[in-house]
Structure formats: C-alpha cells, structure tokens
C-alpha cells in the first residue's frame, strides 16, 4: 500500500532517538507507528468495502513492532 512508507520514515527516526539517547522521544515514536499502522489497516479496510461506520481501528495493537 501506499501508505506503508511512513512506517519506514518512523522506524529510522525510532533509531535516531535511540543512538542519540532520547528514549522518550523514541517511546513517543513507537506509540505513533502503532496509530500509524491502525489508520493504514482502518484506510485498507475502506478501501475494500469491510468498513463503513466511521469508525477507526485505533487502540489495536499489531505486536513486533519496535522492540524495546
């Protein structure tokens, strides 16, 4: 999908923060892909005709993405 490149873009910031000791920056980075994955997955759904109430599948967690 077109939309998965910002999960990329959050990963390398992720390990920025990580190698420049902001820890809570690269906290904050880890809950925002996890949004960022949730409206990816609500958008897909649309798209495919699965979701029509409006409402967004935040608050889902994916698992495995950014260890800490």
Request: proline share 1%.
């Amino acid at each position: 999908m077109k939309s998965d490149w910002i999960l990329d873009v959050l990963t390398d910031l992720k390990t920025f923060a990580r190698a420049n000791e902001m820890p809570a920056l690269a906290e904050q980075l880890d809950d925002t892909a996890i949004v960022a994955m949730a409206e990816i997955a609500a958008m897909k759904e649309t798209k495919d005709g699965q979701r029509h109430d409006g409402e967004a599948a935040v608050g889902t967690y994916f698992g495995g993405f950014g260890t800490s």
